[in-house]
Structures are given as C-alpha cells and as structure tokens.
C-alpha cells in the first residue's frame, strides 16, 4: 500500500532533497495489511496535497513519539531534521515547535520517519 508524503515544510523538503535523507515527524503511522507490523518502503514525495511528485523515497518508522518522550527521541534526529544548522549547540525547540504548530491536537503522538531519496531507473 503506498501513499504519498507530503513535505510542506520548507526546511524539512529542502533537507531531504538536498542530502538525499531527512528524519521527519509523522501524526499517522501506517501499519501492514495484518495490521500488526510498521509499513516501510517504498513512496513518493510532493510539497502539498494533490501537488506534482518531487522525490521517489523509501521510508523506514524508527520510533514513536509522544507528550512525554519528545524531547530525548527528537534530540537523536534532529541534526537530520533540516532543523538544526549544522553548527552550535543541538537544540530540538524549532522542531518541537513546527511539530506542534502542525499538529494541534494534545496530547501530540506520532512517529518519527526516517525518510531516504531513492534512485529511480
């Protein structure tokens, strides 16, 4: 089952499509069809809903997030985020912040994605 993913964030696309990968936060977390294990693989990527492909990817889940854990499982990814500017100290508040301005609903819980450009032939 694919389904598109869709990177509105300008920080986070231009991440992505400029290092070929990107850790990303994701309300939804899309399980196989046994409903049991986490779905990876194979997808594509556009800027905005109904919006033109931009990327072929691959996506791996890494780990559940929530109210309580956001900040020790952000600070593992956040220098792949598009985030962090590659020099000072580490520092999760931007993402926690774009997280929650996009995800309204409390408490937040979703997923972290770990989402690579993938070669197409």
Not at 85 to 98: C, L, N, R
Not at 100 to 115: A, C, F, Q, R
Request: net charge positive; charged share 25%.
């Amino acid at each position: 089952m694919k389904m598109v993913m869709i990177f509105a964030h300008p920080k986070v696309r231009a991440y992505l499509l400029e290092h070929g990968l990107v850790y990303t936060f994701r309300k939804n977390h899309k399980k196989t069809p046994d409903g049991i294990r986490p779905q990876i693989g194979k997808d594509w990527a556009t800027d905005r809903r109904t919006g033109n492909k931009i990327a072929d990817i691959n996506i791996t889940p890494m780990e559940s997030v929530n109210g309580i854990n956001m900040a020790q499982v952000l600070i593992k990814y956040v220098l792949e985020s598009g985030f962090h500017p590659g020099y000072g100290p580490v520092d999760i508040s931007e993402w926690a912040a774009a997280i929650n301005s996009l995800n309204p609903d409390k408490p937040t819980h979703g997923w972290i994605y770990k989402v690579e450009l993938r070669e197409t032939s």
